[in-house]
Protein backbone atom coordinates (compact mmCIF):
# COMPACT_ATOMS: atom_id res chain seq x y z
CA UNK A 1 0.00 0.00 0.00
CA UNK A 2 1.45 3.46 -1.03
CA UNK A 3 2.01 5.75 1.84
CA UNK A 4 -0.01 8.54 0.86
CA UNK A 5 -3.07 8.01 -1.64
CA UNK A 6 -5.26 10.52 -3.05
CA UNK A 7 -8.40 10.44 -5.45
CA UNK A 8 -7.14 9.27 -9.10
CA UNK A 9 -8.99 11.84 -10.65
CA UNK A 10 -8.72 14.14 -13.14
CA UNK A 11 -11.72 16.35 -11.79
CA UNK A 12 -13.52 18.63 -14.46
CA UNK A 13 -15.37 21.32 -13.41
CA UNK A 14 -17.05 24.20 -14.11
CA UNK A 15 -16.39 27.24 -12.75
CA UNK A 16 -17.69 28.63 -10.16
CA UNK A 17 -18.43 24.70 -8.86
CA UNK A 18 -17.26 23.45 -5.59
CA UNK A 19 -14.82 20.59 -5.74
CA UNK A 20 -13.03 18.46 -2.58
CA UNK A 21 -10.31 16.11 -3.04
CA UNK A 22 -9.40 13.33 -0.48
CA UNK A 23 -6.26 12.06 0.75
CA UNK A 24 -5.54 8.53 2.83
CA UNK A 25 -2.44 8.24 4.95
CA UNK A 26 -0.87 5.22 6.04
CA UNK A 27 1.84 5.71 8.52
CA UNK A 28 0.76 6.61 11.83
CA UNK A 29 4.56 8.62 12.36
CA UNK A 30 2.78 10.95 9.83
CA UNK A 31 3.01 14.39 11.87
CA UNK A 32 2.71 17.56 9.59
CA UNK A 33 0.55 17.79 6.55
CA UNK A 34 0.12 20.08 3.57
CA UNK A 35 -1.92 20.62 -0.11
CA UNK A 36 0.63 21.45 -2.22
CA UNK A 37 -0.19 22.91 -6.12
CA UNK A 38 1.94 22.07 -9.01
CA UNK A 39 1.42 23.64 -12.55
CA UNK A 40 2.82 21.72 -15.65
CA UNK A 41 6.16 21.41 -15.78
CA UNK A 42 6.79 23.61 -12.39
CA UNK A 43 7.98 22.75 -9.12
CA UNK A 44 4.98 22.08 -6.45
CA UNK A 45 4.16 25.32 -4.36
CA UNK A 46 2.55 25.38 -0.67
CA UNK A 47 -1.23 26.01 -1.05
CA UNK A 48 -1.73 25.21 2.70
CA UNK A 49 -0.67 23.45 5.97
CA UNK A 50 -3.80 21.42 7.18
CA UNK A 51 -4.17 21.29 10.91
CA UNK A 52 -6.32 19.18 13.42
CA UNK A 53 -8.77 21.89 13.93
CA UNK A 54 -9.35 22.56 10.61
CA UNK A 55 -8.38 25.60 8.89
CA UNK A 56 -9.26 28.04 5.74
CA UNK A 57 -7.47 30.42 3.68
CA UNK A 58 -9.58 32.43 1.32
CA UNK A 59 -11.74 29.46 -1.12
CA UNK A 60 -9.77 26.85 0.36
CA UNK A 61 -10.86 25.13 3.52
CA UNK A 62 -8.39 21.66 4.74
CA UNK A 63 -9.67 18.98 7.26
CA UNK A 64 -7.66 16.33 8.91
CA UNK A 65 -9.01 13.34 10.94
CA UNK A 66 -5.87 12.25 12.72
CA UNK A 67 -8.16 8.80 13.72
CA UNK A 68 -8.84 7.73 10.24
CA UNK A 69 -6.29 9.12 8.89
CA UNK A 70 -7.35 11.27 6.18
CA UNK A 71 -7.51 14.51 4.42
CA UNK A 72 -9.72 16.49 2.92
CA UNK A 73 -8.98 19.77 0.41
CA UNK A 74 -12.33 22.12 -0.45
CA UNK A 75 -12.32 24.60 -3.05
CA UNK A 76 -15.50 26.72 -3.14
CA UNK A 77 -16.13 28.87 -6.39
CA UNK A 78 -13.09 27.33 -8.92
CA UNK A 79 -11.47 29.43 -11.15
CA UNK A 80 -9.85 29.06 -14.14
CA UNK A 81 -6.67 29.68 -12.37
CA UNK A 82 -6.87 26.82 -9.92
CA UNK A 83 -6.59 24.19 -12.62
CA UNK A 84 -3.78 22.61 -11.11
CA UNK A 85 -2.55 18.85 -9.87
CA UNK A 86 -3.27 18.82 -6.34
CA UNK A 87 -0.52 17.14 -4.23
CA UNK A 88 -1.75 15.43 -0.68
CA UNK A 89 2.08 16.00 1.82
CA UNK A 90 2.98 13.88 4.72
CA UNK A 91 5.53 14.64 6.65
CA UNK A 92 6.73 11.44 8.71
CA UNK A 93 8.93 11.71 11.78
CA UNK A 94 11.66 8.82 11.54
CA UNK A 95 14.14 7.28 14.18
CA UNK A 96 16.69 9.68 12.59
CA UNK A 97 17.76 12.98 13.16
CA UNK A 98 15.77 14.18 10.06
CA UNK A 99 12.08 14.00 8.68
CA UNK A 100 10.59 12.20 5.65
CA UNK A 101 8.20 14.29 3.16
CA UNK A 102 6.25 12.17 1.03
CA UNK A 103 3.77 13.27 -1.61
CA UNK A 104 0.65 11.68 -2.79
CA UNK A 105 0.43 10.55 -6.74
CA UNK A 106 -1.86 13.60 -7.36
CA UNK A 107 -5.39 14.79 -8.32
CA UNK A 108 -5.62 16.78 -11.63
CA UNK A 109 -7.85 19.26 -12.00
CA UNK A 110 -9.16 21.69 -14.90
CA UNK A 111 -11.70 24.24 -14.35
CA UNK A 112 -13.53 24.64 -17.49
CA UNK A 113 -15.09 28.08 -18.62
CA UNK B 1 12.15 34.63 2.03
CA UNK B 2 13.85 31.29 2.28
CA UNK B 3 14.86 30.57 -1.34
CA UNK B 4 16.76 27.27 -2.67
CA UNK B 5 18.10 27.76 -5.83
CA UNK B 6 18.89 24.52 -9.04
CA UNK B 7 20.73 24.55 -11.38
CA UNK B 8 20.91 23.49 -14.29
CA UNK B 9 17.20 24.01 -15.03
CA UNK B 10 17.55 22.02 -18.58
CA UNK B 11 20.06 19.38 -19.77
CA UNK B 12 20.46 17.14 -22.30
CA UNK B 13 23.53 14.94 -22.42
CA UNK B 14 24.65 11.84 -24.09
CA UNK B 15 23.96 8.03 -23.00
CA UNK B 16 26.57 6.82 -21.00
CA UNK B 17 27.81 10.58 -19.67
CA UNK B 18 27.33 11.68 -16.25
CA UNK B 19 25.21 15.00 -15.59
CA UNK B 20 25.55 17.20 -11.87
CA UNK B 21 22.96 18.66 -10.90
CA UNK B 22 23.36 21.31 -7.91
CA UNK B 23 20.78 22.08 -5.15
CA UNK B 24 21.91 25.34 -2.99
CA UNK B 25 20.04 27.36 -0.14
CA UNK B 26 20.50 30.82 -0.90
CA UNK B 27 19.91 32.16 2.30
CA UNK B 28 19.95 29.62 5.18
CA UNK B 29 21.36 26.92 5.92
CA UNK B 30 20.21 23.44 5.04
CA UNK B 31 21.29 20.46 7.23
CA UNK B 32 18.88 18.02 5.12
CA UNK B 33 18.02 18.25 1.68
CA UNK B 34 15.51 15.93 -0.50
CA UNK B 35 15.94 14.82 -3.96
CA UNK B 36 12.67 13.90 -5.93
CA UNK B 37 12.00 12.51 -9.11
CA UNK B 38 9.06 13.40 -11.17
CA UNK B 39 8.55 11.12 -14.33
CA UNK B 40 5.35 12.71 -16.81
CA UNK B 41 2.23 12.75 -15.35
CA UNK B 42 3.38 10.92 -12.33
CA UNK B 43 4.06 12.51 -8.49
CA UNK B 44 7.26 13.10 -7.03
CA UNK B 45 8.91 10.07 -5.83
CA UNK B 46 11.47 10.95 -2.86
CA UNK B 47 15.04 9.34 -4.37
CA UNK B 48 17.38 10.18 -1.46
CA UNK B 49 17.54 12.07 1.49
CA UNK B 50 21.22 13.98 2.03
CA UNK B 51 22.54 15.14 5.38
CA UNK B 52 25.04 17.67 5.45
CA UNK B 53 28.59 15.64 6.60
CA UNK B 54 27.75 11.94 6.14
CA UNK B 55 25.95 9.58 3.47
CA UNK B 56 22.78 10.17 2.18
CA UNK B 57 19.80 7.71 2.57
CA UNK B 58 18.49 5.89 -0.33
CA UNK B 59 15.17 5.28 -0.34
CA UNK B 60 14.42 1.34 -1.96
CA UNK B 61 14.82 0.69 -5.56
CA UNK B 62 17.48 3.82 -5.87
CA UNK B 63 20.50 2.79 -6.75
CA UNK B 64 23.06 4.89 -4.95
CA UNK B 65 26.05 3.84 -7.28
CA UNK B 66 23.90 5.44 -10.07
CA UNK B 67 22.47 8.15 -8.53
CA UNK B 68 25.61 10.06 -6.08
CA UNK B 69 24.34 12.63 -3.54
CA UNK B 70 27.32 14.80 -2.14
CA UNK B 71 26.31 17.44 0.82
CA UNK B 72 29.52 18.74 1.67
CA UNK B 73 28.08 21.56 3.03
CA UNK B 74 25.43 23.55 5.00
CA UNK B 75 24.39 25.03 1.62
CA UNK B 76 25.00 23.19 -1.40
CA UNK B 77 23.75 19.41 -2.37
CA UNK B 78 24.76 18.01 -5.64
CA UNK B 79 22.85 14.68 -7.33
CA UNK B 80 24.97 13.12 -10.16
CA UNK B 81 23.14 10.60 -12.98
CA UNK B 82 26.42 8.47 -13.93
CA UNK B 83 26.08 6.61 -17.14
CA UNK B 84 22.85 7.96 -17.94
CA UNK B 85 20.24 6.33 -20.12
CA UNK B 86 17.34 7.37 -22.39
CA UNK B 87 15.18 6.16 -19.16
CA UNK B 88 17.08 8.11 -16.23
CA UNK B 89 15.36 11.28 -17.97
CA UNK B 90 12.98 12.87 -15.72
CA UNK B 91 12.16 16.42 -13.65
CA UNK B 92 14.49 16.28 -10.81
CA UNK B 93 13.51 18.29 -7.83
CA UNK B 94 15.66 18.97 -4.73
CA UNK B 95 13.88 20.40 -1.55
CA UNK B 96 15.37 21.99 1.70
CA UNK B 97 14.74 22.61 5.37
CA UNK B 98 15.83 25.38 7.19
CA UNK B 99 17.93 24.80 10.28
CA UNK B 100 16.32 26.70 12.93
CA UNK B 101 12.97 26.99 11.60
CA UNK B 102 9.62 24.93 12.14
CA UNK B 103 10.66 21.29 10.69
CA UNK B 104 7.32 21.84 8.70
CA UNK B 105 9.12 24.12 6.20
CA UNK B 106 9.82 22.94 2.94
CA UNK B 107 11.27 25.05 -0.17
CA UNK B 108 11.76 23.75 -3.55
CA UNK B 109 14.46 24.52 -6.05
CA UNK B 110 13.30 25.08 -9.45
CA UNK B 111 13.89 21.63 -10.91
CA UNK B 112 15.85 20.21 -13.45
CA UNK B 113 14.60 18.58 -16.50
CA UNK B 114 17.04 15.89 -17.94
CA UNK B 115 16.98 14.51 -21.21
CA UNK B 116 19.03 11.23 -22.13
CA UNK B 117 19.45 11.03 -26.13
Known amino acids: RKEVEQDPGPFNVPEGATVAFNCTYS??????FFWYRQDCRKEPKLLMS???SGNEDGRFTAQLNRASQYISLLIRDSKLSDSATYLC??????????????FGPGTSLSVIP | GAVVSQHPSWVICKSGTSVKIECRSL??????MFWYRQFPKQSLMLMATSNEGSKATYEQGVEKDKFLINHASLTLSTLTVTSAHPEDSSFYIC?????????????FGEGSWLTVV
Open chain 1, 50 to 52: VYS
Open chain 1, 89 to 102: VVNIVTKTSYDKVI
Open chain 2, 95 to 107: SATPRRFSPNTIY
Open chain 1, 27 to 32: NSASQS
Open chain 2, 27 to 32: DFQATT
